[in-house]
């Protein structure tokens, strides 16, 4: 049976001679592994569609359990994202943690859409990575049913509370911890509390379009990130790459 489907690629696998196993994130029927022929030779006209955070058409041959890529037009490939190291390991993380935060039974074009957004912002706007790298890391968390509970302190109510509980996703002012389990719990500024409220709710299309002073930014970059490492229990490579990446001085 034929498949045709708009998909990311989330991860490349080289494979014999000159193929790859692509981890394709689809418009229509959720995650897929397919097998692309030849597209680590230099003449094959479905090279650029194939390789990794590209996004484009394919026509996928479905044999059994088998998927093979026929035909793959690119549709994007995030040109700005390709010259720029740290932006494309930024790219390769949120790809690994969409794949992460995809369930096999279920398609969400949602997520899709995310990622795609994200990787827009980092290639073409003159996005701060902080920001797009906090906005997609809660927004997928949200989609993926860790939304944080931001509507105040989780014990007297107040509306502006200035801790984060990372493993509870809630709010709480620092008097009011010893009512709550013991665990980290992240200082938040207004404006990074503000920020992390808007990523929950904005509608997609402007979730990567709001300013941030440096240190509420640098405040709700480390307080989602340790929200997400807490919650999903596990690491990325990818996440670790970048982050050494941008604590060596280049040149
Ligand atoms: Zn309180």
């Known amino acids: 049976m034929y498949l045709k489907t708009n ?4 991860r490349e696998v080289a494979y014999q001679d000159a193929d790859k196993l692509l981890t394709l994130l689809t418009q229509d029927y959720g995650c897929l592994t397919a097998r692309a022929r030849g597209v680590r030779s230099r003449s094959s006209r479905l090279k650029s569609a194939c390789q990794l955070l590209s996004y484009g058409e394919f026509t996928l041959l479905e044999r059994g359990n088998f998927i093979t890529v026929t035909e793959a037009e690119l549709l994007e490939s995030f040109q700005g994202l390709r010259t720029d190291l740290d932006k494309l390991s930024l790219g ?11 369930r096999a039974d279920a398609n969400d074009p949602s997520l899709l859409r995310l990622l795609l957004l994200a990787l827009d912002a980092l290639s073409r706007l003159d996005r701060p990575q902080t920001l797009v790298k ?4 809660l927004r997928l968390l949200c989609m993926a049913g860790y939304a944080p509970a931001l509507e105040g302190c989780a014990v007297c109510g107040a ?14 002012c620092a008097g009011c911890k010893p009512h709550l389990d013991p665990g980290l719990s992240m200082p938040l500024t207004p404006g990074a509390l ?13 979730l990567f ?14 307080a989602v990130e340790t929200f997400l490492l807490t919650q999903l229990e596990r690491g990325f490579s990818a996440l670790d790459f ?3 990446l941008r604590l060596t001085p280049m040149g």
């Open 194 to 206: 503000d920020a992390m409220r808007f990523i929950c709710s904005a509608p997609l299309e402007r």
């Open 209 to 222: 379009r709001f300013e941030l002073p440096a240190d509420s930014a640098e405040c709700l970059a480390a």
């Open 92 to 102: 390769s993380y949120l790809a690994q943690l969409g794949e992460s935060l995809t």
């Open 242 to 244: 970048y982050k050494s």
């Open 7 to 10: 998909a990311l690629v989330l």
């Open 159 to 172: 509306e502006y509370p200035d801790r984060f509980h990372v493993s509870q996703g809630v709010l709480h």
């Open 134 to 137: 906090a906005a997609a890391e």
